[in-house]
């Protein structure tokens, strides 16, 4: 790492070690904001998108029908960000199919892992305030068999790492992150500000948040996706939202090279402004995008009931239709175990779903099929209309 980038930055200090090389010590938060128009009009925005999704999300009569989409989706593109190649269908195939016929691409785990430590991070919430000891149980079922299991998952880092292209070393790394001791001072700080009063606004504090946790990187592998999972469990613990509706890795994804750019101004130039309107208006964007999903979701799903009730049906056939957002992929088997019906009365169901077209066989077998609601995939996945973008994304877009 280069300590000449580094000397005009407030935001934290480089130190050499004793084998030659530098490392970055951020300071403790919150640091000194200005507060100017651009970025008051940023949390302006952020905060109106935030409160109309949050007022959706209280108003859904069945919000698991988009909790469990959303999360997939996130699931998929914040390990996209990382580098795996899996798909929404690939994710829901991997954990609608326990068959020894279906082979996932190889990194299909990792997108899982993440979907647990989304889950069990929201169950713990209940009994367990978010904290270091939290983030250390999410990190191990996040790592758990995957890429990354032998940099001890669950467990803060004893060694040193770094942040560069393929064949870097601490020397020609592009950041290299607090060592061990000064990470340790660095995360008592971190979990004090987690704690503190603080007259700041909340989705500022979630902001400053989740850049502390980047570089203070205390994990060997697995901090990407652990500060973006920070994002969505604060949302919920702050009662910012009711539910995990909103996810930035979409915004992160279509904006990588931004993003990395925003948080290594911070580091080297003290930059705050800059990384807070950018993370702001991924809130802004992603929660808009997050209400016209789940308004197309609501209306395709209005369509499939009024499809269904304009026959003779079953209230169980309704039910089915419900579990087709929740698993757009799946066999009768899982149909039976979740109507809690028999198999021919099962594969009854699913005959009548695919006549009415909500659903198609995509395996071409006569034994061990698979069903695929190709619409609701589609309205999960679907591209953010322009319209929707703020002002300053529809700039970068227009960069590419």
């Not at 008051?40 to 998108?49: F, G, K, Q, Y």
Request: hydrophobic share 40%; proline share 7%; net charge negative.
């Amino acid at each position: 790492m280069d300590p000449n980038l580094f000397q005009d930055s407030t935001s934290g200090r480089v130190v050499k070690m004793a084998t030659g090389y530098h490392a970055f010590v951020p300071n403790p938060l919150p640091p000194s904001l200005e507060w100017t128009p651009r970025l008051i009009r940023a949390l302006s925005d952020a905060d109106r998108a935030i409160g109309q999704l949050a007022g959706l999300g209280r108003t859904v009569p069945n919000p698991r029908l988009l909790i469990v989409p959303f999360s997939r989706r996130e699931a998929v593109l914040s390990s996209r960000i990382e580098g795996t190649q899996a798909s929404l269908s690939d994710l829901y195939a991997y954990e609608a199919v326990q068959l020894p016929m279906f082979e996932g691409p190889p990194d299909v785990q990792e997108v899982q892992n993440y979907v647990q430590a989304l889950e069990y991070g929201l169950q713990r919430l209940s009994t367990l305030p978010l904290s270091l000891r939290l983030i250390r149980e999410i990190h191990e079922r996040l790592m758990q068999g995957v890429r990354g299991e032998y940099c001890t998952p669950g467990e803060f880092r004893r060694s040193q790492n770094w942040i560069g292209p393929a064949g870097s070393d601490l020397n020609t790394a592009s950041y290299v992150p607090p060592p061990v001791g000064e990470m340790e001072t660095a995360l008592d700080a971190f979990e004090k500000f987690l704690y503190a009063e603080t007259d700041l606004p909340p989705l500022v504090r979630l902001g400053l948040l989740h850049y502390q946790f980047e570089v203070i990187h205390p994990f060997l592998d697995g901090n990407g996706r652990m500060g973006r999972l920070l994002v969505i469990l604060l949302l919920v613990a702050w009662n910012l939202l009711p539910s995990p509706l909103l996810y930035l890795s979409v915004y992160f994804e279509a904006h990588r090279q931004t993003y990395y750019d925003r948080l290594m101004s911070v580091s080297q130039h003290g930059d705050w402004e800059a990384w807070l309107r950018f993370f702001l208006d991924g809130v802004a964007t992603q929660s808009r995008d997050a209400v016209a999903r789940a308004t197309r979701l609501q209306i395709l799903h209005e369509e499939y009931l009024g499809q269904i009730q304009a026959q003779p049906a079953s209230v169980k056939l309704l039910q089915a239709a419900d579990f087709l957002f929740v698993n757009p992929v799946f066999t009768v088997q899982q149909i039976q175990a979740r109507l809690a019906v028999s198999f021919p009365t099962a594969s009854k169901y699913v005959s009548q779903l695919e006549r009415l077209g909500m659903i198609r066989e995509i395996t071409g077998q006569a034994r061990n099929r698979v069903y695929r609601a190709d619409s609701v995939i589609q309205a999960i996945e679907a591209q953010l209309p322009p319209d929707l973008l703020s002002p300053f994304a529809q700039q970068m877009e227009g960069m590419g």
